[in-house]
Nanobody, 124 residues
Framework: QVQLVESGGGLVQAGGSLRLSCTAS????????MGWFRQAPGKEREFVAA????????YYADSVKGRFTISRDNAKNTVYLQMNSLKAEDTANYYC?????????????????WGQGTQVTVSS
């Protein structure tokens, strides 16, 4: 079965950086878009970034554009989220997910498999 396992979360000061990783198994990784989403307490899950199956195109939420970078290594079945210049409002549980096709969308309903999440806490 498809499994997605996130890692790399933690506690960081505002202005700092973290790199999240998500390793997939049970699927042909390179044919699927992958996305990162986040959910803060009391809020809905929101789109953060996504990448096409071959890594050729990336998409970002306006709130993270210029600070976060999504990338993937298909040889390692892993997608990354490099987060720089972190702010307190970036605090959330971060999830990776597999899209329903090669090209991603920003719609959470178009992602069919999800990891368990990794907590990111940014102290101000």
């Amino acid at each position: 079965q498809v499994q997605l396992v996130e890692s790399g979360g933690g506690l960081v000061q505002a202005g700092g950086s973290l790199r999240l990783s998500c390793t997939a198994s049970g699927l042909t990784f390179s044919i699927w878009a992958m996305g990162w989403f986040r959910q803060a307490p009391g809020k809905e899950r929101e789109f953060v970034a996504a990448i096409t199956g071959n890594g050729g195109r990336t998409y970002y939420a306006d709130s993270v554009k210029g600070r976060f970078t999504i990338s993937r290594d298909n040889a390692k079945n892993t997608v990354y989220l490099q987060m720089n210049s972190l702010k307190a409002e970036d605090t959330a549980n971060y999830y990776c997910a597999r899209g329903r096709s090669f090209s991603p969308t920003m719609d959470v309903h178009n992602y069919y498999y999800w990891g368990q999440g990794t907590q990111v806490t940014v102290s101000s």
